[in-house]
């Protein structure tokens, strides 16, 4: 449906966006996480028509319209702040978008209603925006980038601004109202746990460009680079220090890996901690911290200290400064490419 081509941006000296090229399917959810500054949300600029590219091109179905004006292009936006007209009620910010298309009445208050319905507002037509909560702001938000019936959705990290419970909630909610209406989105992000949620693909950028683009339990899988691994918050990485067939050597110990790259990841959620004391692994507990739901443990092997997670009502959390061993799952251990950033 979408197709970007070699597209450039800068800012003076400041390049956002260098030599990025990228197509997303009809009906794809896509989400581009990644640090502050990489280069997002000029992206959604970009697409949206916002920002003009210095060079490079922008496809809709096959068509260019990187000249077309954004307000040509037929595509909701949907942001952090909310937007919403203070002085209209919400009936009339669901509105909003179908007055400027010069909808019927009947047809504006039926859409409406159908609006309120999805986004689970049914009797919130005639009331003051100013009184409602943040999280019924972001759906009145929701439901007017619906309205119009865009041809691209574009959510620029609409969740920021929420409390966890809420933002909990609306991660379970925004994808299946999306993908009930059947339509394109645009997800930017700086939240991992948002992007795994949301995404049917994410694009994980850094410094203007592209560096991973994969389904979510893929990239979480299998990191393509140091930088997307510590992004991602994997950190049990461990450098190389020789290989002889399918087995590298590290500070830690040996280990049968498949593939190529110079730093060994060790995925959290693949350790155990073996209570007989039978694991692969010596080493102390270094420290613990308490998440919630599960509890970090950090365990130091030799100079090199790893990150797993126990369950809350799983085995005892052993204290610090206790030996343990640890087991290490075999798909957990993998090779990735040490990147520049």
């Known amino acids: 449906m979408l197709e970007m081509r070699s597209i450039w941006k800068r800012f003076g000296s400041i390049v956002a966006l260098r030599d990025l090229s990228l197509t997303i399917a009809e009906g794809e959810i896509v989400c581009l996480l990644g640090p502050s500054g990489c280069g997002k949300t000029t992206l959604l600029r970009v697409i949206a028509g916002l920002e003009s ?5 922008l496809f809709l179905n096959g ?4 000249r077309v004006p954004a307000h040509q292009r037929g ?4 942001f952090q ?4 007209f203070p002085h209209l009620s919400v009936a009339d910010n669901i509105a909003f978008g179908l007055r400027m298309q010069h909808a019927t009445g009947t047809y504006r208050r039926a859409r409406v209603d159908q609006m309120l319905a999805l986004v689970g507002l049914e009797g919130y037509s005639q009331r003051d925006v ?3 909560s943040g999280g019924e702001r972001q759906r009145v938000a929701l439901a007017r980038s619906l309205a119009p ?3 691209l959705l574009m959510l620029d990290e609409p969740l920021g601004s929420l409390d966890a419970a809420l933002k909990a909630r609306l991660l379970i909610d925004l994808p299946g109202v999306i993908r009930a209406l059947g339509l394109t989105a645009v997800y930017v992000t700086h939240d991992q746990s948002e992007a795994l949620a949301i995404a049917d693909r994410i694009v994980l950028m850094n410094e203007g460009a592209i560096v991973q683009i994969d389904t979510p339990a893929a990239l979480y899988r299998r990191p393509a680079s140091t930088f997307a691994a510590r992004f991602l918050g994997l950190n049990n990485l461990i450098p ?9 050597h590290t500070s830690i110990g040996e280990f049968e890996v498949a593939g190529a790259g110079d730093t060994l990841l060790i995925h959290p959620d693949g350790l155990t901690i073996n209570s007989a004391g039978t694991g692969r692994l010596e080493g102390t507990i270094h420290q613990r911290v308490f998440h919630g739901a599960w509890v970090e443990v950090q365990v130091r092997c030799g100079e090199v200290i790893l990150t797993l997670r126990m369950p809350l009502f799983g085995p005892e959390v052993p ?12 798909e957990a251990a993998i090779l990735i490419a040490q990147s520049d950033a």
């Open 53 to 57: 590219p210095d060079s490079g091109q």
């Open 63 to 66: 068509q260019d319209i990187s």
């Open 75 to 78: 595509f909701g936006l949907m």
């Open 81 to 84: 702040d909310y937007a919403l």
């Open 130 to 132: 100013n009184a409602l």
């Open 149 to 151: 019936r865009p041809r």
């Open 240 to 248: 190389v220090v020789s290989r002889t067939g399918h087995s590298v």
């Open 319 to 330: 204290a610090v400064g206790e030996g343990v061993t640890l087991d290490v799952a075999r």
